[in-house]
C-alpha cells in the first residue's frame, strides 16, 4: 500500500491518511487530509481526481477550486440537493463549503449564538435538512450551525471541559468527540472519541446517553449497550432504517449498531 497524491483510475491513485468521505449517486467525495486536499472518485469508472486544494500547498485560501488551499481537512458533509460539500478544516478551524455547480470554495461564515464561544477543532459533520452539527474535538462539545439564521449554538457538551457524563446540554459531557451522524429523525449520534463510547443526543431535549461502550474503559466486544466495547471510535454515519455504523479505530475494524435495541 503506498503513501502519495497522484490521480488516476483504481490503484494508480494514491492518498495520504484520508478520513472523511461523503457519496452521491456519482461520486465519493474523500477529506484527504494528509495531501491537504478534497479528492473525488467516479463510482462507474473508478477514477480519481483532485477537486480542490493542491499537494504540498497548505494554508486557507478561498476561490476557484484549483486556487483554494485547506490544512487539515477531515469531516465531510453533502447537500445533495444544493451540490454543496461542506467540509471541516481541523488545522484551521474553521468550516468550508465548496459549491460543487459553480466550482467555487468559500469559509462559512456565521455568528456565534447566545452563551457560545465560537469553533476550535471541528472535526466530523453531519447534515440534517437546515442544520449543519459539529463534532468539535478540541472544546469537548457538539454545536450546530443553523444555515439559515447563519448562527451557531451549542447542542451539548461543557466548552473545553472533558468528561462523559450523560444529561442534557451543558450538563453533559465528551471527552474529545470526533464523528456525528445524523439519523433524519431527530437524533444525532457521536462518535465519543477518547471516552470509547457512542452517545446518543436527542435533538428536541438536547438530552445525551450513552448507547454502547462503557466511559473510559477501551476494549473490543459486541453486546448490547454498556456490554459492547469500542477502542476510541472516530467516526460515525447513520440512516433512517436504525443503522448506525461506526469506525473503531483503534480495533481497525468498522462496527454496527442496530439502534432499536442498541445492541453491537
Known sequence: I???????????????APQGLAVDDTTVYVADTGNDTIRAIELATGKV?????A????????????????????GLALD???QVLYVAETLNRVIRRIDLGKGVVSTLSYTN???????????????????????????DDAVEIDLQKGQISLVAGQFGTPGTQDGA??????????????DGLG?????????????????ASA??????????????????????????????TANDLGDLFVSDTGNNVVRHVDLASDTV
Not at 10 to 15: D, I, L, R, S, T
Not at 49 to 53: D, P, Q, S, V
Not at 113 to 139: C, E, M, Q, R
Open 2 to 16: 503506498s503513501v502519495g497524491s497522484s490521480d488516476g483510475t483504481g490503484n494508480q491513485a494514491h492518498f495520504s
Open 49 to 53: 481526481t483532485t477537486l480542490a486544494g
Open 55 to 74: 499537494v504540498g500547498q497548505t494554508g486557507h485560501a478561498d476561490g476557484p477550486l484549483s486556487s483554494s488551499r485547506f490544512d487539515g481537512p477531515q
Open 80 to 82: 445533495t440537493a444544493a
Open 113 to 139: 449564538g447566545p452563551g457560545f464561544d465560537g469553533l476550535d477543532g471541528p472535526t466530523g459533520l453531519a447534515l440534517d435538512g437546515t442544520h449543519l452539527f459539529v463534532a468539535d474535538s478540541d472544546d
Open 169 to 182: 446540554g451543558a450538563n453533559a459531557a465528551f471527552y474529545t468527540p470526533t464523528g456525528v451522524a445524523a
Open 187 to 203: 437524533n444525532l449520534y457521536v462518535a465519543d472519541n477518547q471516552a470509547s463510547t457512542v452517545r446518543k443526543i436527542v435533538l
Open 207 to 236: 438530552t445525551v446517553s450513552t448507547i454502547a461502550g462503557s466511559p473510559n474503559l477501551a476494549g473490543y466486544a459486541n453486546g448490547v449497550g454498556a456490554k459492547a466495547f469500542f477502542a476510541k471510535p472516530f467516526a460515525a
